[in-house]
């Protein structure tokens, strides 16, 4: 079975243009925030007696399935943190997407990996500075969001979804939640809920599990989570079949809260630009993907089109 591959972009706009009466979609930060530079992020606090500046820096990577193997993947990584921003850094193994901006929120985490689709929300409600992202010795980067489904479903095209159930991972997720239910309705002409049933699986990992073991008869990934899981033996190819790819998005940012102190923001970025990834864990498991390095991104521009494809499903960023 081939996959499709169509505009993933041009689903997205139209969907808009029907719903929104433009393609650009609206965002704005939190009350708490200001936002002078227009760049979309909050501002450093002005006022001294608002930086933060702990002992211990808090990290946590985008929630997985086994957070114990990633808490090994990242650990070289968090060392040279440590001797670049003169901090103990610990990693914090979380468990949700909500669970991980609520942490940042609250205070209790420092600097983080969130995914394509909550990254929005992470900046407009907990103050989240993204700046960097994994990308290929020549700078190329992102992922693409797969429909699969396994050989024994029945489902042969996308189209064969409609009144059965589509298993997605979580609502904030890009790929797993947020592209696909645009895409569904901009080019298939289904309607999440009333064409189709969905359910939620939590994480990428157990969706790719969950329609490997049949569980689950047709779900929506992040297809570098999957490939990385069939290159360690946690399933194997033949067990999946592809219905749809999508063009490339941007993958997972990096970044860290706003009032961090200026000075200590400065060398969290520099920990992650002069991390040496030869030999390193990180480039044993995202080089998986073809990942190489770390490499500077603008929230503004690399994140346009999952703004848009938000503005497209109707998501408001209610920081309540």
Known sequence: MQPLTRSMMTGAIALAAMTAGQA???????????????????????????WLDPDTLIFAYTPVEDPAVYAEVWAGFLKHMEEVTGKKVQFF??????????????????????????????????????????????????????????PESGIDEVEDIRGKTLTHTSE???????????????????????????????????????????????????????????????????????????????????????????????AIKEAFFSFDWEGSELAEEFGRSGDEQFIPISFKEHWSVIRQIDDANGVEYNCS
């Open 172 to 266: 904030t997720s890009n790929s797993g939640f947020k592209a696909p239910t645009a895409l569904m309705a901009s080019e298939f002409g289904m309607t999440s809920g009333e064409d189709y049933e969905v359910d939620f699986s939590g994480k990428h990992d157990n969706s790719v599990l969950g329609v490997a073991n049949q569980d689950y008869a047709v779900a929506t990934v992040a297809n570098s989570v999957k490939n990385r899981m069939i290159d360690r033996g946690v399933v194997d190819a033949d067990q999946l079949e592809v219905l749809y790819q999508s063009d490339t998005f941007p993958t997972t940012g990096y970044g860290a809260v706003y009032n961090l102190a200026p000075e200590l923001q400065e």
């Open 93 to 150: 193994p979380v468990q949700s997407n909500a669970a991980q901006i609520e942490a940042m929120r609250a205070g209790r985490l420092h600097v983080a990996g969130f995914n394509t689709g909550s990254n929005p929300l992470a900046v407009a409600c907990a103050g989240f500075r993204p700046f960097a992202m994994m990308a290929a010795e020549d700078g190329s980067f992102g992922y693409e969001m797969e429909i699969i489904t396994h």
């Open 24 to 50: 650009q979609a609206e965002f704005q930060l939190s009350e708490r925030f200001t936002d002078a530079d227009g760049d979309l992020v909050a501002d450093i606090p002005e006022d001294e007696s608002q």
